[in-house]
């Protein structure tokens, strides 16, 4: 973006990013950015939630169709656009993430249509969405944005003339575009620049799905007005169920568990009972014996919620009755409902991408995770070499053979289907050469007669290296200059030899000694001739 004429905003936000570059080092800014990708996580789930109930709902038009079709018709074609509207909108901004996150991560298509947010290796980028979302001048936003802006205005317009004209001006249906009066630059900035003018990709990407939250939130709001249009007294149900919406099925300890408990055909003047216990399908009524629940889950305009803060990870399993009244007869009918959901505490996924190294023949220690996702419902693969599970769940040891480079692919299980989280590349390498001592002396040092005389022979120790690893000295030679003629000896082992000895013993005050050709064996079975020592006697 540089050459840009840049508002007193902008300059603010660039100090900002500055400041983020500089947390970078502290390992904050990692943090603040995984938090973008959480809460683009739960909006995700809370828009998957949001289409399952318009579908209900659009479901009871069709239970309504077998009543009265003259009547429920036009109201159900109505619903059903609004529907299909809603999809394409939702359909073209996920297009826009996807080739955002295209762009971000230099990945293909395919790629980023099933990245998350949590694994974005650049979330900190803002030039690549400012480039294509904006364009090259903030002052004249042109990029992807405004035609964002344009489709959001006629998606609006075009759902409200789903509704009576009488009731239009009552409608809020979000989904604004209108400039905004900034405090910090004193004048009015467009809605493009607010939202994605040098914004992080990881915030970008989140604004893009509150964006899609607004838009299921828009479609239930004209669903929901459609349907009051139809006379619930004139429904014709063949079935009634118990039902379970939850606004996730994952949460993280610490988190609550939220749910709400009905009846699919409910009244909102006469609140059911909503018992928590164990249920027989054999037995229209609570089960004998079982002392029920009957004051966790509160009731209010015929919806029960069920709140619930987990303690430990896994599986937490519910199920009861739902008792309503008969309004013929005042008698009641119990309905039987089950859910679970998944506990799994707080996870952060580092992958500083300059360190991903795996080493030839050693265990390679890594730490699997999926945020939100317990342990055992995560699977790991590597492309080459061996994956064991080894210590607490999420940990392996992997060891590789050969190669430049190696994937690991992860996986997550969701409700008994695996699906992909992410493919991580790994490069692999050779272990670093070890370091030969003689003495307790390396490279070039100075050494007394008497500390050159006690040493037994020549080690080999790894330094700087996060492994503990051993490797044999196989041989090495040792080379002198005695009286005047130079001498080498060698030994086939990393002992002094007695030749070696009794060479050493004739070694003089600024003698130099020379331990050469030291060949080691490592820990993959490979040989390899690794420096030697040069040493200055001294008395």
Known sequence: MAGLKETPRQKMIGMMYLVLTALLALNVSKEILNAFAIINAGLTKTNLNFAAKNDVTFNDFVKAMQNDPVKVKPYKDKAESAMRDSK??????????????????????????TLSVIYMDRKDNYDIPT?????????????????????????????????????RDGMKLGLTTEDQYSVVEEKVISWANNNFYRIPAAAVITILSRIQNEIKNAEADVLKNLYTKIDAASFKFDTLAGRVVASSNYVLIGDEYNAEIFV?????????????????????????????????????????VYKLSPTTEGENKFGG??????????????????????????AAVVSPTKMNVF?????????????GVPAEKVRANISTGSMVPSGPKGSFKVNVKGGQKCNITVSADFGGTMKPMGNFEFRIKQV????????????????????????QGVIANMENFDFDLKFQVLSFECSMTVNGVEATTKSNGNMVSQEMKQYLLKAKNGSKVYIESVKVKGP???????????????S
């Open 264 to 304: 699919a055909a409910f009244s909102t003047t006469s609140n059911p009972l909503v018992m928590l216990g164990e249920t027989d399908s054999t037995i229209a009524g609570p089960k004998p014996g079982v002392v029920y629940d009957t004051t966790t889950v509160i009731c209010s305009k015929g919806v029960g």
């Open 432 to 455: 670093p050469d070890p370091v030969a001592f003689f003495g307790g002396k390396k490279a070039t040092d100075v050494i007394s007669k008497a500390a050159l005389l006690a040493s």
């Open 131 to 167: 480039r294509y979302l904006i364009g090259d001048d903030p002052e004249a936003p042109n990029g992807e944005a405004k035609v964002l802006i344009q489709r959001i205005n006629d998606f609006r317009e075009k759902l409200l003339t789903y509704i009576d004209p009488k009731e």
């Open 359 to 371: 080493y030839i023949g050693v265990d390679n220690p890594v730490s699997v995770s999926v945020p």
């Open 321 to 346: 009755l739902i008792r309503v009244k008969n309004p013929s007869d005042n008698t009641f009918k119990y309905f039987p409902f089950k859910s679970q959901f998944m506990s799994a505490r707080p």
């Open 88 to 113: 394409e909108m939702f359909d073209y901004i996920t297009s826009v993430k996807v080739e955002i996150m295209r762009q971000v991560e230099e990945v293909d298509k395919s790629v980023a249509d």
């Open 524 to 538: 993959d079975g490979t040989v390899r001739t690794i420096p030697g020592i040069t040493l200055k006697v001294i």
